[in-house]
């Protein structure tokens, strides 16, 4: 192994593989490897320059017991940046400390001539690289040593019912609902970021821990240490980017339903909510307002005026969100210029297709500057010069018809090596340039996210998600995690996306029961798929607005009266909170915190706070525990040391115990810290 030092970097070399690990931001390390003669230029999610930098580089020699019982010595190195150390022997391995502390040691199961736990002949190091025939990337797997008791939290959103991630194995690849962001906050202290969009895979093992990328041309990971989740979070957002600060007006409810399928239809419900004296802040135009998809235009028969459309909504102080997807149909006046100009997707075999919702599709490159450009200049156009606010960037994962990463390139290369990267950059073509004609507040409504992405307006939604009381309790660990990964504009569809009868009564007390959860959540947003589907078609073409089907009304009033009651209960509790809630989002941009908090992010000295995930703090006041089962009017509250009043009735309580909350339907355990 030999050993060389700059300034606040240590570079160690053996085996035609180079090791850097170099000061990047407080108490933290970025560590990058490569088999190649040059590291990429590719910062990826680490777009904040760091500043100034003092680490303290030693390269030494220690004693290295050989297997006769002699001594020799072998040169080794250390960084350290502030509270964080990283130490590199003899044969590479890395180890990880906090105030001296270890928290992170490489795998290493190879004999190294020493009689130690790890010399073993298993012939297993901490990277390992694997040549990619025919090309120049390498799939990668780098592991690390298991921690006894350590939880895992953070990494995005996955559908399934853990908080803790320990134990778990993550698919790092986007997909309808799933959002990866790969950024892990352990009980231990420290953050770890995989700086790597490469589809793959992490297991969180109690043996080990290992991470995958099937194609990528090297390494790349930044550690953080702190004292706890906050601060820790704290550092990696001041690195990878916040978000900025959210506008005013959008802080109340948004409206939406699977679809307004006409300028008449929004006006209408636009004009009953002013007449309900009910204001809201957005309305949504759903997908298939368009001709076809691709021309990212209006179907001129049923939006005749759309212009005409937003002036009367923003009089009545509504802004204005369209739904944009990145798919393009064979039949859109968009597909052969984008083809012809290489701006689409590519398959490495057999047909040209991608997307096969409602049509035959290739999505677009949005790698490709020029896609960008040519993106924005139609939207620009065809939406944006009509008033229209925002844009809901639908499908960005991209949704594929069949996910076979290894059948799609961009310009960047191989999706393998880079495709989760993707939504962060579809949301940049209309950040940027919003940005660029003046727009002093940019939202945006996506379904995923990457690492960083909180940096260009996006709202996240947590994707089509069945309609059930399991799926409830899935968003609210994926929001948790989302906001412990750095992405504080975190939402759902309220009632879940996919309802096949919106008359039954166990429907509507699951949507009540996520509504009231709503309330207490970054953005307060109406939407979902609501069946039966017996609303007849507009006309009986194939294609343009009129011909896909519609979902059942969605309003608040949609109902019946006595859950419009409730809504309108909660609503007024929403609006009440829009000076609580403006601060969360104010502490959001300035420090990454998020707006739904695990437990343990503001408690985290208290032990069970480390293992509860049915109830969360919203900011630092608010306790809040929804109800996650049919039939439930009761449920068990745990309050962490303090005192706690219950928002409902006043009452008062000694924290550091677990009381039995009363939950009617009407009414959510809230408690507020005193």
């Known amino acids: 192994m030999q050993f060389e030092k700059g300034e606040g970097i240590l570079i160690a070399r053996c085996n035609g593989e180079t090791l850097r690990i170099e000061a990047w931001g407080k108490d933290s390390l970025r560590v990058r490897a490569t088999r190649l003669w040059k590291f990429t230029k590719q910062d990826w999610a680490l777009t904040e320059a760091p500043g100034p930098q003092e680490a303290a580089v030693e390269i030494h020699e220690e004693d290295h017991w050989v297997g006769d019982g002699t001594v020799d010595r072998k040169q080794a190195a250390s960084i350290t940046n502030g509270r964080i150390r990283a130490e590199v022997n003899f044969r590479g391995i890395l180890t990880f400390y906090r105030d001296g502390e270890k928290i992170l ?118 550690m953080t240490v702190a004292d706890g989740p906050k601060q820790i979070l704290e550092n990696y957002t001041a690195v990878t980017g916040r978000a900025p600060v959210f506008p005013e007006d959008r802080m109340g409810l948004w409206q939406c339903k699977l679809r307004y399928r006409t300028q008449e239809e929004v006006l209408s419900v636009a ?90 599709c290739v999505e677009i490159d949005v790698f490709n500057p020029e896609t960008r450009k040519y993106v924005w200049e139609v939207c620009k156009k065809n939406y944006y010069d009509y008033g229209i606010d925002a844009f809901w960037l639908d499908n960005s994962e991209p949704d594929y018809g069949v996910y076979d990463f290894e059948n799609y390139r961009y310009l960047e290369g191989p999706a393998l090596s880079c495709s989760n990267i993707y939504p962060q950059l579809y949301s940049r073509i209309f950040y940027d340039n919003m940005k660029e004609q003046g727009e002093g507040s940019v939202v945006n409504l996506l379904r995923c996210a990457w690492a960083g992405s909180q940096k260009y307006g996006n709202v996240v939604w947590s994707g089509d998600v069945p309609s059930t009381f399991e799926a409830f309790y899935d968003q609210v660990q994926a929001g948790l995690n989302m906001g412990l990964a750095g992405i504080p504009w975190w939402t759902t569809d309220i009632g879940g996306f996919m309802t ?126 929804p109800v996650f089962h049919l039939n439930e009017f009761a449920r068990e509250v745990y309050l962490p040391a303090g005192r706690w009043k219950d928002t409902r009735d006043g009452k008062e309580y000694e924290g550091g115990c677990t009381v039995l909350a009363d939950a009617p339907l009407d009414s959510m355990p809230v408690f507020e810290k005193l």
């Not at 559908?159 to 609902?177: F, H, I, T």
Request: with cysteine; hydrophobic share 35%.
């Open 271 to 360: 004009r009953q909510y002013r007449k309900e004296g009910i204001p809201i802040d957005l309305i949504v135009i759903d997908f298939f307002h368009w001709t076809l998809q691709g021309d990212w235009k209006f179907d001129k028969t049923y939006w005749p005026d759309p212009k005409a459309m937003v002036d009367e909504l923003h009089g009545m102080g509504i802004k204005v969100i369209v739904s944009v997807w990145p798919s393009v149909d064979r039949k859109s006046e968009n597909f052969e210029p984008m083809t012809e100009r290489g701006l689409l997707i590519r398959t490495e075999r057999g047909a040209a297709q991608t997307y096969d919702y409602q049509g035959d």
């Open 500 to 625: 096949d009868d919106v008359n039954d009564p166990d429907f509507r007390q699951l949507l009540i029961r996520w509504y009231e959860f709503a309330v207490y959540s970054a953005v307060f947003r109406m939407h979902g798929d609501r069946g039966p589907y017996n609303i007849p078609p507009l006309d009986d073409r194939d294609w343009g607005g009129g011909y896909l089907h519609t979902g059942q009304p969605n309003e608040l009033w949609s109902y019946g009266e006595e859950n419009y009651r409730i809504m309108k209960k909660y609503y007024d509790i929403r609006i009440g909170m829009h000076d609580y809630i403006k601060g969360l989002f104010a502490e959001a941009s300035e420090n990454g915190a998020p707006l739904i908090r695990t437990m343990f992010f503001e408690f985290p000295e208290d032990e069970k706070c480390w293992e509860l995930q049915d109830q969360y703090m919203f900011g630092d006041r608010y306790l809040v525990a």
């Open 105 to 222: 040691r490489e795998y290493f199961r190879d004999y190294d001539g020493t009689i130690s736990k790890e010399s073993r002949c298993l012939k297993i190091t901490g990277r390992e690289w694997k040549g990619i025939t025919g090309g120049s990337e390498f799939g990668l797997r780098v592991k690390f040593e298991g921690n006894d008791g350590e939880k895992i939290f953070g990494m995005g959103q996955y559908q399934q019912p853990y908080m803790d991630m320990k134990g778990c194995v993550l698919e790092l690849a986007q997909r309808n609902s799933q959002i990866s962001v790969p950024f892990a906050v352990s009980s231990l202290g420290y953050g770890m970021l995989w700086n790597n969009p490469a589809v793959g895979q992490v297991t969180f093992g109690r043996n080990y821990t290992e991470w995958t990328s099937r194609s990528t041309k090297q390494m790349d990971y930044w």
